[in-house]
T-cell receptor
């Protein structure tokens, strides 16, 4: 079974440009999450999809960030325009909905974003 | 709201020595507790989790953790580490599907 896959693995863009990160969750997982870790700080929650619906987007830092999950499959996270402080690693994760919130959340390897 | 405190940011340890990584949590409701590991240049991998039942939880790669409700702790231990255990370790709690992470503990194993 394929794990959570993210693309690109690394991206270097200039301040003011746009970057779109993609995440393919584990097949059958309704829950999809985005987290990020900037400048060696704590890993922070960004948002949570259940299928195609945004369940919780309380962690999105500002309106330069837009996440979508059309059709309830893969998800994209767009940063437009990118700022220097957006540099960091963006993790996508997924879990299935059956059972409780103690279900294991599986993480991808992250998309490492550098804004210069 | 729930939060996690990892008491050590860096833990150097010699190969074959034991290691303990400390984690305390705070929450007004019941939580589920996790330890994740990030090896160099890799993603986050689940080491172990506590949901209920026995307070001693065994995970992968010889790690174990003990849930202590009275002390609100979930410390991670390994009796004998290897060079390959060099990584960053994260304690996390989840309530309602959302994980809250600690700041991470970097373990460096030296020969």
């Amino acid at each position: 079974e394929a794990g959570v896959t993210q693309f690109p693995s690394h991206s270097v863009i200039e301040k003011g440009q746009t970057v779109t990160l993609r995440c393919d969750p584990i097949s059958g997982h309704d829950n999809l999450y985005w987290y990020r870790r900037v400048m060696g700080k704590e890993i922070k929650f960004l948002l949570h999809f259940v299928k195609e619906s945004k369940q919780d987007e309380s962690g999105m830092p500002n309106n330069r960030f837009l996440a979508e999950r059309t059709g309830g499959t893969y998800s994209t996270l767009k940063v437009q325009p990118a700022e220097l402080e957006d540099s960091g690693v963006y993790f996508c994760a997924s879990s299935h909905s059956r059972g409780s919130s103690g279900n294991t959340i599986y993480f991808g390897e992250g998309s490492w974003l550098t804004v210069v | 709201a729930q939060s996690v405190t990892q008491l050590d940011s860096q833990v150097p340890v010699f190969e074959e020595a034991p290691v303990e990584l400390r984690c305390n949590y705070s929450s007004s409701v019941s939580v589920y507790l996790f330890w994740y590991v990030q090896y160099p240049n890799q993603g986050l991998q689940l080491l172990l989790k506590y949901l209920s039942g026995s307070t001693l939880v065994k995970g992968i790669n010889g790690f174990e953790a003990e849930f202590n409700k009275s002390q609100t702790s979930f410390h991670l231990r390994k009796p004998s580490v290897h060079i390959s255990d060099t990584a960053e370790y994260f304690c996390a709690v989840t309530v309602l599907y959302k994980l809250s992470f600690g700041a991470g503990t970097t373990v460096t194993v030296r020969a």
